[in-house]
């Protein structure tokens, strides 16, 4: 029996309905994200801005490309936290100037506990960012992103 392979390539759609010049209600399949700004820069605030949207889909895509990796090498993960610092050139976001980079740093902490050894999870370290898209997207605009793993061993 011939295995079966997946697509290379796939097209994603989806559709933003624009209530207001701060809100943006996306349908992205079955799902729908809500993407506001805060009140002084004349959103309602009931939803995270752009940008915060941006770097939680980081966070989303460490937790899932790190848990696909480690699957496929056998190193258990339990208990994963990943947290995120960011630093951002507001320059281009209020208008004063085009910004070429505008996250020139991102750090992103990871910490979860495991049985595997340490040379196991060092081997897992070089694949996250050559696998994450989001990580990819980032770092080729220009963005240094930094991780520090905290893992504790059992």
């Avoid at 190193?75 to 947290?83: A, G, K, Y």
């Amino acid at each position: 029996m011939a295995a079966i392979r997946e697509k290379a390539l796939v097209t994603i759609e989806m559709a933003g309905r624009c209530p207001s010049q701060t809100r943006s209600e996306v349908q992205i399949g079955r799902h729908q994200v809500v993407i506001d700004e805060p009140i002084a820069s004349g959103g309602t605030d009931q939803a995270p801005t752009p940008l915060g949207t941006l770097l939680a889909a980081l966070i989303g895509c460490t937790n899932v490309i790190l848990n696909k990796i480690a699957a496929r090498d056998g190193v258990p993960i339990e208990s994963l936290d990943v947290t995120l610092g960011a630093t951002l050139d507001r320059r281009g976001t209020t208008l004063q100037e085009e910004v070429a980079v505008p996250f020139p740093s991102i750090t992103l902490g990871i910490r979860f506990t495991t049985s595997a050894t340490p040379d196991q999870v060092a081997a897992l370290r070089p694949e996250l960012g050559k696998f994450c898209p989001v990580s990819k997207i980032l770092r080729e605009a220009g963005t240094r992103i930094v991780e520090t793993w905290d893992v504790t061993y059992r």
